[in-house]
């Protein structure tokens, strides 16, 4: 029997939820900013995931020898013995208790392990900078990605793990001699074939040393496990395989999303490698353009005088392109954004423009939302900038001020109420005005820079006069799904193509761009795998202008910069919208731009994954038991309809890419048919075989993936009703797997749109293994296992800080590895147990769990236990007496009085929030109320946004995070209806954590008053 893997045990998921936090706002170099894809995982979970997937548990009992002997080399001698220690004193938990110096234990600090710094300073209850707050040596840390020692480490336990695997008697000599070996190799090949000076030609002996690094790199890698993900994306997990050493295999059904893969993943550590030109050479091949990038000294081009030694040989290329483009554009830049005054223009904010309704008025309004033009944070309100609107009759005019300005704006869900005359011209009119006369817009104000400084002007006729008019540019013909209204309401404003998202003065620009791309194309032999690379980064220039560059971007006020519309997965409608300068300074501009995707170039430099094509995932795409694992993230439902949105990119990239990447680029938009979600539109409307859609194909998927694969399916799933989880845990069983290791992890930061907080949201990883169902079970017997496995399971994440959903839901996988070491579940009356009922149980028992740690004061019990059988519905008198009386002890009168139940006639419902201390600012303040007093008076400071308050409950009320009012608050996150109570439950459970901190870091300055640091 095989050890189990180390993901079926143990991970160490604080540790690895800090950083995966702390992913999500790394800029520079980072995956997310080579190109957009909708829902990336972040790099630490993956990296995690991966390597837990493929190294066995130390501690069990039948873990191989050798692979014991290499966990005590490498990470208990030397430097290892005292980094990868574990904690004396667990540091985020309440209890003092060292962790055992044990194997598994010295494996999890050496995935994820909090530095010395965040110890203490958790153990003070201070917090740390994100970037401190893990040890220098651990894995996942971000400075990590490329650091050869600790990647040595990671690949060599990889590789005596999976060698073990194939040969249980190799001891640890043999194995680590033989990784030394073959992993020794490829620097060796790499320095000979690197030092070759101008192995850009291919000559016999570029050849020969490029054979020699391709073949030492596949004699290590043939003895590395292969790890594939089914649902790519933009490419996170296969990157991070792929950085572990593995063969790592990575397939996505969208168009769009293969091509990123392949930019982020394959060609980055393929071809972004040194190189040496001869000057002559150099010169030749570059000439004036390339000597000047050359001479930069952020470049670290080296020139001795006789050799150009280039440290990255595609990222100076796409650079030298994009340069050259560039230099060829700037008639285009000068014409098309004219400087006046010796002003250059950054940004020409316009807004789109309709006629009130009253005939009376007929006003032209600009249709302005708002009217700042700069709030820069740390600018003194005094400094403000604004457009101020002047009335005269109904023609408005504006000028420039600084300061402060209140007024509301003129277009507010999409109902226009006229300046004017006050008149409110609802949307529907407001549509008909679009579908007649689209082009009715104007130019506001203009934000250019002269010498380094900013300066706002509203253009008069001369300067109007001065743009040139451009009356038509082909754009893109293709039809947008107009009936998917969910993510893309602009097209129910008559935005039916996909090439009406652009102006035309937009377009002429982008198409421009273009154009070079294409005549760079006709220059190349793109028949070379090396050139098809750089005219892929050239396209994802080209795509990154293009998302800044629509009808439909935003102009973000606190930084002044431009923003793609695609905040929310989506593109919403917009009545305003800036057009920036692409070939000026601005940071979202063409170098900006360059500079991003030259920079994830540079900084990746791992072994390269494949992605063979794009097909759907119940394609097999390799042989049967082929592959050792899968590590993948699927989609989640209805969240995001990643080939409608992926449209946006794919008719501009099959423009340059289709004759390069045919089989890629073959359909005239993404496939849609076979992509596994749940979207009604695609379905006449009808939810329900949209579900059945998703179901069907999410079943045949995992069906494909336990054929091919031997070893752990390790499946990342962030959402958190019962319903996508029953699908995905019938997918799981339905392919003969069942669910061995379930782990919720912090993956998200998404921002609180109250008091600019940032919330965090938790995904869940499960473990699953091919496996044997067998014999039939009680569902009595069933249950009384659930119950006791998620008490267990509740007890530890609640230490764990984990809270409300996403304890629910983490239960959910220890739930169906219970329920899937059977062919059937039957209840006393014979009748089959569906994953769904069990779902509900385990939910219902992690509440119930949760419940037990509700202090025994009757009338909050009262409230839980309620709403947990009945919801916030109407009820009657005699029900609710029953249950005050048999239930928990308390008098029905008495709850009323309370307002903890309204009456209302002859029936009665629980309260809210508000109807419960609503009335009465001092209910829920003292430690002496009822719980959920205190509890329904957080929520309403919460919701009004009333910090102060907030933070004088927590401090008095509830400063650790076991007292029992965040008991309650998770209790009903997981009972309460949507609504505003639910809500605030969110919100507040979400930034626990931080306010308990911020208790904690107060400062009392004068008795009764507390302040705190910002
Ligand atoms: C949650 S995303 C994966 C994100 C990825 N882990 C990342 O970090 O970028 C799910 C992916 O599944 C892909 N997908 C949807 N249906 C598919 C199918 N039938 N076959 C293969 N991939 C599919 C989508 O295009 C999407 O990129």
Redesign the pocket.
Same mark, same amino acid.
């Given at each position: 029997m095989k050890a189990k893997k180390l993901i079926e045990v143990a991970l160490p998921i604080k540790e690895i939820s800090a950083e995966s936090v702390r992913d999500k706002s790394i800029r520079h170099g980072h995956i997310s900013t080579l190109h957009l894809?909708? /829902?990336?995982?972040p790099l630490p979970v993956?990296r995690a995931i991966v390597f837990a997937s493929l190294v066995p548990d130390p501690l069990d009992e039948n873990c191989p020898e050798a692979f014991n002997y290499a966990v005590e080399m490498l990470l208990n001698t030397g430097l290892g013995k005292l980094h990868y220690k574990p904690y004396k004193d667990i540091p985020y938990t309440s209890i003092v208790d060292e962790m055992e110096d044990n194997r598994r234990n010295r494996l999890m600090m050496f995935i994820g392990k909090f530095s010395e710094t965040c110890q203490t300073n958790m153990k003070a209850g201070k917090s740390t900078s994100p970037k401190e707050q893990l040890d220098d040596w651990c894995l996942i840390k971000w400075e990590n990605k490329n650091n050869p020692q600790i990647l040595r480490i990671a690949r060599e336990l990889i590789f005596v793990a999976y060698q073990n695997d194939k040969r249980p008697d190799a001891t640890w000599e043999q194995l680590h001699g033989e990784f030394n070996r073959l992993y020794d190799a490829i620097p060796k090949a790499e320095e000979q074939l690197y030092s070759i000076p101008n192995r850009h030609i291919e000559t016999e002996q570029v050849k020969q040393a490029e054979a020699s690094l391709q073949s030492a790199i596949e004699a290590f890698q043939n003895e590395m496990p292969s790890v594939f @993900?089914?649902?790519? &994306? &933009? &490419?996170? *997990?296969p990157l991070e395989a792929a950085r572990l050493g593995c063969r790592s295999y990575g397939? @996505? +059904?969208?168009p769009v /999303?293969h091509i990123i893969e392949r930019g982020s993943a394959e060609f980055p550590q393929k071809y972004g490698k040194p190189i040496v030109y001869s000057k002559a050479e150099f010169e030749k091949k570059y000439g004036v353009e390339g000597i000047e990038i050359a001479q930069d000294s952020e470049k670290n081009v080296i020139f001795d005088g006789k050799t150009y030694k280039i440290p990255n040989r595609l990222a100076f290329d796409v650079e030298y392109y994009a340069k050259k483009m560039y230099n060829e554009l700037e008639n285009l830049s000068s014409y098309m954004y004219p400087s006046v005054n010796d002003s250059t223009p950054l940004v020409y904010n316009w807004a789109k423009v309709a006629r009130c309704s009253n005939p009376t008025c007929n006003a032209e309004v600009p249709l302005l939302g708002q009217f700042y033009i700069s709030k820069r944070r740390g600018t003194p309100k005094k400094d403000w900038v604004f457009l101020k609107p002047h009335i005269e009759g109904n023609k408005i005019t504006f000028s420039i001020e600084h300061g402060e300005y209140q007024d509301e704006g003129w277009i507010g869900r999409a109902n226009l109420k006229c300046p004017c005359c006050g008149n409110v011209t609802e949307a529907k009119l407001l549509k008909k005005q679009f579908l007649g006369y689209k082009d009715s817009r104007r130019l506001m104000y203009v934000v250019s820079e002269n010498k380094g400084k900013r300066t706002y002007t509203i253009p008069d006729s001369n300067y109007l006069n001065a743009l040139p008019q451009i009356d038509k540019t082909p754009v893109p013909q293709e039809p947008m799904p107009i009936e998917y209204t969910q993510a893309l309401p602009s097209c129910t404003w008559g935005i039916e193509k996909w090439g009406q998202l652009f102006s035309t003065r937009q377009a002429y620009v982008i198409n421009q761009i273009k154009d070079k791309v294409l005549s760079i194309k006709q220059d190349l032999d793109v028949n070379l795998e090396y050139n098809k690379a750089v005219i892929t980064y050239l396209t994802f220039l080209l795509d990154r202008i293009i998302v800044r560059y629509t009808e439909f971007g935003v102009w973000h006020v606190l930084q002044e910069t431009v923003e793609h519309p695609f905040g929310r997965q989506a593109i919403p409608m917009k009545f305003s919208y800036p057009e920036m300068n692409p070939f000026s300074e601005l940071s979202g501009a063409y170098w900006g731009q360059l500079s991003a995707i030259t920079a994830y170039i540079n900084e990746e430099d791992s072994f390269a994954s494949h992605f063979a094509n794009?097909?759907? &995932?119940?394609q097999e795409q390799f042989a049967r038991k082929s592959m050792t694992s899968v590590v993948? @993230?699927?989609? !989640?439902y209805d969240a *995001?309809a !990643?080939?409608d949105l992926?449209d946006f990119f794919y008719v501009w990239q099959k423009q340059i890419l289709s004759d390069i990447f045919p089989e890629i680029f073959a359909t005239p938009l993404s496939p849609k048919a076979?992509?596994?979600?749940a979207l009604k539109h695609r379905h006449q409307g009808n939810y329900d075989k949209a579900k059945k859609h998703f179901e069907d194909?999410l079943t045949e +998927?995992f069906d494909a993936i336990e054929l091919q694969t031997t070893d752990i399916v390790s499946v990342?799933f962030a959402h958190q009703s019962t319903e996508a989880w029953t699908t995905l845990c019938n997918s799981i069983l339905d392919a003969r797997m069942n669910i061995t290791g379930s782990w919720p992890m912090d993956t998200e930061v998404s921002i609180a749109l109250k008091a600019d907080k940032a919330f965090l949201e938790s995904s869940v990883t499960v473990a699953c293994r091919p496996s044997e169902r067998k014999g039939y079970a009680d569902f009595g017997d069933v249950k009384h296992n659930i119950r006791q496995l998620v008490k267990h399971e509740v007890e530890k994440l609640y230490g764990l800080g984990f809270r409300g959903a996403d304890l629910l839901t983490a239960c959910f996988g220890q739930a169906v590895s219970v329920f899937g070491h059977y062919k059937l579940v039957e209840t006393a009356e014979g009748e089959p147990v569906s994953v769904g009922q069990l779902l509900e149980f385990a939910r219902e028992s992690a509440a119930q769990a949760l419940l037990e740690g509700v202090p025994g004061e009757p009338q909050t019990k009262f409230y839980c236990g309620w709403l947990q059988m009945n919801g916030m519905g109407e009820c009657d008198f005699d029900d609710v007496n029953k249950y005050t009386r048999v239930g928990v002890n308390v008098e029905i009168r008495s709850l009323q009085s309370d307002k903890l139940l309204i009456t209302e006639g002859s029936k009665q419902h629980l309260a809210t929030a508000e109807e419960h201390v609503g009335s009465n600012p001092n209910w829920g303040t003292q430690p002496t109320d009822y719980m959920i007093s205190q509890v329904h008076r957080m929520m309403l400071a919460y919701r009004g946004g009333n910090q102060e308050l907030l933070y004088k409950l927590v401090r008095e009320l509830c400063p650790q995070s076991d007292a029992p009012q965040w008991r309650v608050l998770d209790f009903l996150s997981g009972h309460l209806p949507e609504g505003k109570d639910l809500t605030d439950v969110r919100g507040l459970l979400s930034s626990a954590e931080m306010l308990r901190q911020k208790c904690k870091d107060a400062i009392v300055h004068k008795v009764g008053e507390l302040q705190f640091e910002d």
């Open positions: 894809w909708w /829902a990336r995982r993956c @993900d089914p649902f790519a &994306g &933009g &490419g996170a *997990i397939n @996505d +059904i969208n /999303a794009s097909s759907s &995932g119940e993948t @993230d699927p989609p !989640y *995001i !990643y080939a992926s076979e992509e596994c979600t194909k +998927i990342m």
